[in-house]
T-cell receptor
Framework: EAGVAQSPRYKIIEKRQSVAFWCNPI?????LYWYQQILGQGPKLLIQ????????DSQLPKDRFSAERLKGVDSTLKIQPAKLEDSAVYLCASSSQRQGVSSGANVLTFGAGSRLTVL | GDSVTQMEGPVTLSEEAFLTINCTYTATGYPSLFWYVQYPGEGLQLLLKATKADDKGSNKGFEATYRKETTSFHLEKGSVQVSDSAVYFCALTSGGYQKVTFGTGTKLQVIP
């Protein structure tokens, strides 16, 4: 099966500019995640969707970050305006897990990531 | 909230050495536990998992046992290879929506 697709792979912008990242999950996966991975740190969950609804966005800086998954398939993460501390790799992942449906461990499949550098 | 603590890296080993990477966790309920690996230039991928106490996950010669009494999930391999050089992340899932929480990662470098 095709993996999780992300684009762009690399992006360099200046602070206060905007940027958008796109993710297409594995076909049929209900749950989609966006993580931020700062160099030397573990991935931090920004937002989790189940189908097209948000189930966790508690760590999303909502004054500058937004994300949508309009048709329950692909998703876009936007940053506007960007700050220096937003420099990171933005990881998209998907899983087939659904709330209330017992299907074993929730295994995530990750895309290759989008590396953002803010100057 | 849930959290995962991993040993600090980087860890440098000679080929064929024994590897242990420690991982402990804090979670409510009964989490599932995972090790993910990130090879240079690649995305994270699942290495192994365990869903209940005393389960042992294994893959590619790596093993980890879910120890509820010590809230640990240490990763081990009897004989590492240069190709095992990567960053290893311990993780857990919990709650109705199965939120995934990651540790900070441990970089492993294996030298010939």
């Amino acid at each position: 099966e095709a993996g999780v697709a992300q684009s762009p792979r690399y992006k360099i912008i200046e602070k206060r500019q905007s940027v958008a990242f796109w993710c297409n999950p594995i076909s049929g996966h209900a749950t989609l995640y966006w993580y931020q991975q700062i160099l030397g740190q573990g991935p931090k969950l920004l937002i989790q969707f189940q189908n097209n609804g948000v189930v966790d966005d508690s760590q999303l800086p909502k004054d500058r970050f937004s994300a949508e998954r309009l048709k329950g398939v692909d998703s876009t993460l936007k940053i506007q305006p960007a700050k220096l501390e937003d420099s990171a790799v933005y990881l998209c992942a998907s899983s087939s897990q659904r709330q209330g449906v017992s299907s074993g461990a929730n295994v995530l499949t990750f895309g290759a990531g989008s590396r953002l550098t803010v100057l | 909230g849930d959290s995962v603590t991993q040993m600090e890296g980087p860890v440098t080993l000679s080929e064929e050495a024994f590897l242990t990477i420690n991982c402990t966790y804090t979670a409510t309920g009964y989490p599932s536990l995972f090790w993910y690996v990130q090879y240079p230039g690649e995305g994270l991928q699942l290495l192994l998992k365990a869903t209940k106490a005393d389960d042992k996950g294994s893959n590619k010669g790596f093993e980890a046992t879910y120890r509820k009494e010590t809230t640990s999930f240490h990763l081990e391999k009897g004989s590492v290879q240069v190709s095992d050089s990567a960053v290893y992340f311990c993780a857990l899932t919990s709650g109705g929506y199965q939120k995934v929480t990651f540790g900070t990662g441990t970089k492993l470098q294996v030298i010939p």
